[in-house]
């Protein structure tokens, strides 16, 4: 029925797969599902061996013949990597890496068949056990050329990404550390932050998630994730982090005065330009003018998910969005549900139809 | 099969509703479907003749022999009206209203049956014609009695909230509004700040939301929101929300130093804190330690979700949490799935045998 992704088959192209984390080991397997021989190498002995053992690796060590190497190291590793395996291996030997942070790497390796890399699906840092050759199906997968790159290394990580099931972006490596220490790294620690002072200053955490429902949820959901990666992002990215993070102190500053002076339209203009913006963002299905939310409370326990949207999806109506906000209270839960504006009574009747009570917020 | 609310009858009870906008109106609805008398009056005549119209009143104007007021009028009108209803009436009649902020309005009213309340489902602006007798199911309604709140007025609106399908938490005024200034104002004033910073700074919206395909399009959701209702709430709170305002600037400036000086333990420490406090949230379901998130490719289109769901459903496998990841490129989407760990291989399973792909990303 769905499969999103393309899946050539290479056989006999060979390539090189140095660090054997989650990335390389997903990297490897994924290669070898294509057809290609994988040759592999970790510092850890261990990991090699066990990345031969899940079929990760054709074979432990350097192929001089490869044509492609991957450098799946961690990042501060990666430009030494690089460059030794540019200097080996046939002449259009092409190399990436996959560290999350760019500018620095590709201006220390600084050759024409150096292509930096950023799959968005996990870190180098996280381990083997997590491998899979499914793993960036559907992820982002940046590129960074430059004016030097080699166009045929470029054409070749190119095709190979994209037969990994990823969707290429190719950007300048300067603008990806800037475009990712705006959409990720400070809003990561943005969200650490909101979440650190609830923390500090809210000694009931039960009351303060049943009135946080959803923004608050929304906003700290990224502060969950794995701290021990951020160190080395934060020292990789420093600059284009203290530019956004510097910028974020005096725009929320001025939101301060603002509030403090009671500057109404002062405040209002800036809470509308934020959400043109906001709505402004390509990719979400259509215009939320056409959409409404339902919101649907629901026991939580298997099926009830395929129950409420079958009946959804036997009226031909799509659901663009769908969210289960948690009672604070066991097992129940809410279903918030995007539908068409032009949908959503039909879907009512039918979910009362089955005894299911809906409340419906129009979404302007 | 999924009723999460009581509906308990309450034939010949009298109850009075002043504001008949989206909150108002709903409760009117509510309040009838369960039995009550309901007289109702808005500012605006044309509003009580459609209230009257949809089923929301049984009788325009003031009823003498109510024994509740609802006070559902914009924040600033409510002190004056809840008074004046509090001088009119049998004398145990409660009086509540539904306004966002409740510190001021519960001082200045000062009455021991007046209960201050807020039902956080949309906003006393908006308008009748979103108004629904289920708006409240699921949904969380702070009230804030004080030391001097009569204990049968109290009892009385508590058991009209539960009534209305919604959950009552009750929380002093002032505590009630530094809570919603962290959890929902702050939040909403950061959000919109990083949206602005965001559209100012990046000309290419496409690629942004590429590589910002989760936490960046969390933290900013709420920022889509409706800007008019905020000059009032930023005005009325405004105490608390700089309260928490200079909390987390100062917060921001304590991180901005840490990443400048590459204070590498100090910066583990602050997250290490943060996503301690995030995963101690409540009410989040089963710990994330057993659980798992899919990610599966899927085309945007009626039916795939119900069929996905149901795949996981047939399993007995519960789907504690799901999120649909739009592409940027039309008719594609992320379904992102948390499953329990031990369900995880039999739903990967299901789906391969469906032509889904699939990718785990373990959640520690």
């Known amino acids: 029925v769905a499969s999103a992704t393309t899946s050539l088959n290479s056989p006999g192209r060979r390539a090189q797969v140095d660090g054997l984390g989650l990335i390389g080991g997903s990297i490897g397997l994924a290669l070898r599902r294509a057809g290609w021989h994988v040759t592999g190498h970790d510092l850890d002995p261990d990991v090699t061996e066990r990345a031969l053992t899940i079929g990760a690796l054709d074979a432990a060590g350097e192929d001089e013949l490869a044509e492609l ?12 990597v690089a460059r030794a395996r540019l200097a080996q291996g046939p002449p259009q030997r092409a190399v990436t890496d996959v560290a999350g942070v760019k500018a620095g790497i590709v201006a220390e390796v600084g050759a024409a068949r150096f292509v930096g890399g950023h799959p ?8 083997l056990d997590g491998a899979d050759a499914d793993l960036f199906a ?11 790159t080699d166009h045929a290394a470029f054409a070749t990580v190119r095709s190979v990404v994209a037969q990994l099931g990823a969707e290429v972006v190719a950007l300048p490596p ?21 979440m650190g002072l609830a923390a500090d200053t809210s000694e009931e955490h039960a009351v303060l998630l049943r009135l946080a429902a959803g923004g608050f949820r929304d906003m700290t959901r990224i502060a969950a994730g794995r701290p021990a990666i951020w160190p080395d992002i934060c020292s990789e990215n420093s600059v284009a982090i ?3 993070l510097d910028d974020l102190l005096a725009r929320l500053g001025a939101m301060r005065d603002v509030i403090e002076t009671g500057d109404r339209e002062r405040l209002l203009a800036l809470l ?9 963002l390509p990719g979400q299905g259509p215009r939320p003018e056409s959409t409404v939310e339902l919101r649907v409370p629901i026991p939580d326990e298997p099926g009830v998910l395929a129950q409420v949207t079958t009946l959804v999806g036997e009226l031909g109506v799509n659901i663009h ?6 009672s604070s209270e066991g097992r129940r839960g809410v279903l918030v549900l995007a539908v068409s504006a032009d949908g ?5 009747a039918a979910l009362a139809a089955h005894g299911y009570r809906s409340a419906v917020l129009r979404m302007e």
Chains 1, 2 share one sequence.
């Open 242 to 244: 203290l530019a956004v």
């Open 138 to 148: 559907g992820a982002t997968w940046v590129l960074t050329p430059t004016p030097d």
């Open 272 to 280: 509308e330009q934020a959400r043109a913006a906001r709505r402004n």
């Open 69 to 80: 190497v991957v450098v799946a190291t961690p990042a501060a590793s990666v430009a030494g």
């Open 174 to 194: 300067d603008r990806h550390d800037a475009l990712v220490a705006m959409v990720s790294h400070v809003p990561h620690l943005a969200a650490a932050t909101l």
């Open 344 to 348: 959503c009574e039909a879907v009512r």
């Open 120 to 127: 968005m699906a996990g870190s180098e840092q996280d381990g």
């Open 321 to 326: 969005d769908l969210e289960i906000a948690h």
